[in-house]
Structures are given as C-alpha cells and as structure tokens.
C-alpha cells in the first residue's frame, strides 16, 4: 500500500557536522517526493524536490539521494546550523501518472543542532 | 510576501461554536488543498480545489467540515458544531504543479 514512513524520529548533530536524514516508501509506482522542514508553530517549508527518473539532486547545502532498488530516500543537510533545527518530513503525492493529488507525510524526524 | 497566507493564526473556542477560516494562495496557483496537522503528525489530507472546483475530499472531512472556493482564489474552510477533537493545525498549501507551498496554518484550540 501507500506509506510514507522515517527510519529515525530524532537526530542530534554537531554544527557544521553534515546530517542525514532517511525516508522509506512503499509503493514502486511513487514516481515524485518532496522533503518539507517545519519549525515549531510554522507551516512546512519546501526544501527540495525529486522525480524518480533522477536518483541525486541538489539544492543549496542540500542534497536528496532517491534509491529506487530499496525504496528509499534521504536528505542530506551539509555544514548543519543552529537555524536547520526542525521536523523534516518526506512526502508524496498519493496519486501517481502525473495527476495533482494531495500528499502523504511520514511522521517525521526531528532535527536538533548542538553548538 | 507572496507565499501562502491564512487567517486567523489561532482560534480559540468553546466546543460547539462555528469557525472559520480563510486561505489566500499564491496568486498565480490553480490547485489549493487543506491539511490537518495535529501534535507529533504529518499533515493529513482534509480537500484540495482545482479552481473553484472541489474534486477530492478525504474521510476525515465529516459533514460538520465545509469548504469553498468561490471564485477560484480564496479558500475558506468552515468547522460547525466544534468538537475538542478538532484542535489541531489546519493547513492550506497551494500549487501550479506538483511542488505543493504551504501558509503558516491556522491553530485551533477547542476548549
């Protein structure tokens, strides 16, 4: 079925350590994710976005890495701030082929940066 | 700013009041959809709007939930009838195509 899910709900990082964070799907036909960071009180924030025909996109000091083979995504975070601590969460679309449908959120992982 | 907005921020209100709230997405975008967001949880799915369109609802949306766009621009979403089970963070997110960009969310507390 569909199920967007985190392997770990809390990672503790240095700053200016680089932080990975993981996400499983379930369903081969995903063919879209998007990687949100939400602070305390506040709406998702877009960080990155991938389609399934890449396996590796960057951003500014983020990087997603989408394997296909094992279902899974990650986002890395290079030089982690203070300012990165959030939830992040991984979403897809629940529908597939291209359609406009609403997303599904795992949990999330929370992001703390020590100083 | 010309990101998502919504009003109010936060609601407070006695359970059995009516509330409503209102989305204003990024101009240029046709799709507008609501979440419910609750302590801990990723946002759920709640209705999502193609124009004025209403073309999805989930299971979670009770008949005590209304929603509307009128002219394709705005959103309002109504809770009648409030219950303490309806505090949460309701969410509006809009997109032109499948990146979806998210407002601050509305809290509502029911007491």
């Known amino acids: 079925g569909e199920s967007v899910g985190l392997h770990l709900p809390t990672l503790s990082v240095q700053e200016g350590d680089n932080s990975i964070i993981n996400c499983a799907y379930s369903n081969s036909a995903s063919d879209y994710f998007i990687w949100y960071k939400q602070e305390s009180g506040k709406g998702p924030q877009f960080i990155i976005d991938?389609?399934?025909?890449?396996d590796k996109r960057q951003g500014q000091r983020v990087t997603v890495l989408l394997n296909k083979t094992v279902k899974h995504l990650s986002l890395q975070i290079a030089a982690t701030q203070p300012g990165d601590s959030a939830v992040y969460f991984c979403a897809e679309p629940q529908n597939y082929g291209g359609s406009q449908g609403n997303l599904i959120f795992g949990k999330g992982t929370k992001l703390s940066v020590k100083p | 700013d010309t990101g998502v907005s919504q009003d109010p921020r936060h609601k407070i209100t006695k359970r059995g009041q009516n509330v409503t709230f209102r989305c204003d997405p990024i101009?240029?975008?046709?799709?507008l959809y609501w979440y419910r967001q609750t302590l801990g949880q990723g946002p759920e799915f709640l209705t999502y709007?193609?124009?004025?369109?209403?073309?999805?609802k989930s299971r979670l949306l009770s008949d005590r939930f209304s929603a509307e766009r009128p002219k394709g621009s705005f959103s309002t979403l109504e809770i009648q009838r409030t219950e303490q089970g309806d505090s949460a963070m309701y969410l509006c997110a809009s997109s032109l195509d499948r990146a979806q960009f998210f407002g601050p969310g509305t809290r509502l507390t029911v007491l």
């Open positions: 991938i389609r399934s025909n890449m």
């Open positions: 101009s240029e975008h046709n799709r």
């Open positions: 709007f193609q124009n004025e369109a209403q073309l999805e």
